[in-house]
């Protein structure tokens, strides 16, 4: 009879079993910290570096940031390093392999861009980029490696964890991508209307477990449609797009905002009672009926709204009713004056 029994675990070669444990890691988890620490720990086996440390490309703010570090000098997780700044750098905008055997005799060392807090002399480096497609991602430093480990197939299983690193980074920020879509508006970059509902019930939970008003702003434009039928309906999602910039602009980092549908707005302002709002909302008004708008389509378009402010715990008990009340002083403004403010239960408030 035939033995089909596959072997166990701990027989499997000490590469495999390297490389099991961290398709287990890539498969188990979504969290980036987990997984590249995983990568890093075998990488630590495998090459014994007095320190070793894993840096992202910030693609936006073009540097790198410490997502993983450990050893005698591992690096400040609150350094930011340019990108060209050192050999990481180097390696971060060249996008190839770095390996020096004296990095102080190497002009692109730096103790600032690759190693933060040096304790011990630096006498050697490998620095590795984690590349997806044709982008680097991030890039992995090992700072005093034990020599003898260096052959040529330690440098392949390295290039293959580096593979893996970059492939946990890409999958992560795929995933993050997706949830982003979910609850934002395509049109704005604003939250959508969907995820309004689910925030604005964990603000009203936590308000009523602290005793604490947040107040929110129902903001619609005048005379929108007038755009949409003179310069068509592209026109009209860019003035939507530019607008929804100037209202994250004007509101603090706490607050959040929405597009409640079609040219309707809603901000959510935390801890913020009455008199707060109507600051805000006053500063809201005065920017877009300042800010000229569609310039790059050879326009200038100045743009009014109508306002209406609520909060809790006056206006409501539930995030229906406020939303309820907001909207009615919104249509107060718009059946009359437009471009004006109306708070629930105080009426008309001059701009």
């Known amino acids: 009879m035939v033995d089909r029994s596959f072997p166990e675990r701990q027989t499997l070669p000490k590469d495999l079993m390297v490389f099991h444990d961290v398709a287990r890691a890539l498969t188990s988890s979504l969290d980036l910290d987990s997984i590249l620490g995983a990568i890093m720990l075998q990488m630590e086996q495998f090459f014994e570096p007095e320190s070793w440390s894993l840096l992202i490309v910030d693609e936006e703010q073009q540097n790198l940031y410490y997502a993983v570090a450990a050893g ?68 992995i430093e090992l700072v005093n490696y034990r020599a003898s480990t260096l052959t040529g197939e330690t440098m392949a299983f390295l290039q293959v964890l580096c593979d893996y690193a970059a492939i946990a980074i890409q999958n992560v920020r795929a995933v993050e991508r997706i949830q982003e879509l979910t609850i934002t508006d395509d049109c704005t970059g604003l939250f959508n209307s969907r995820h309004l509902f689910s925030i604005t019930e964990v603000e009203l939970e936590r308000s009523r477990r602290f005793n604490l008003p947040f107040s929110l702003i129902f903001i619609d434009l005048d005379h929108f449609k007038r755009i949409n039928d003179l310069h068509g309906h592209l026109t009209g999602s860019r003035l939507l797009a530019e607008i929804a910039r100037t209202i994250k602009h004007n509101v603090r980092g706490i607050d959040s905002a929405f597009r409640y549908g079609g040219d309707e707005f809603i901000v959510l302002l935390p801890q913020t009672g009455k008199d707060a709002a109507l600051e805000v909302t006053q500063r809201l008004l005065h ?65």
């Open 287 to 351: 920017a877009l009926r300042d800010t000229p708008y569609l310039l790059a389509e050879g326009l200038e378009v100045r743009m009014m709204a109508s306002f209406g402010i609520a909060s809790y715990p006056e206006d409501g008990s539930s995030i229906q009713e406020i939303i309820g009340a907001a909207d009615q002083m919104m249509y107060l403004v718009k059946n009359s004056s437009r471009g004006n403010i109306a708070v629930a239960q105080r009426g008309f408030i001059p701009a």
């Open 72 to 139: 005698k000098s591992s690096g400040d997780r609150n350094l930011r390093v340019g990108m060209g700044e050192g050999i990481a750098g180097w390696v971060a905008q060249h996008g190839e392999p770095v390996i020096v055997s004296e990095p102080g005799n190497d002009p692109r060392f730096t103790l600032q861009g690759d190693v933060s807090s040096p304790l011990s002399p630096v006498r050697s480096a490998i620095c590795i980029p984690l590349r997806w497609r044709d982008r680097t991602l991030g890039v």
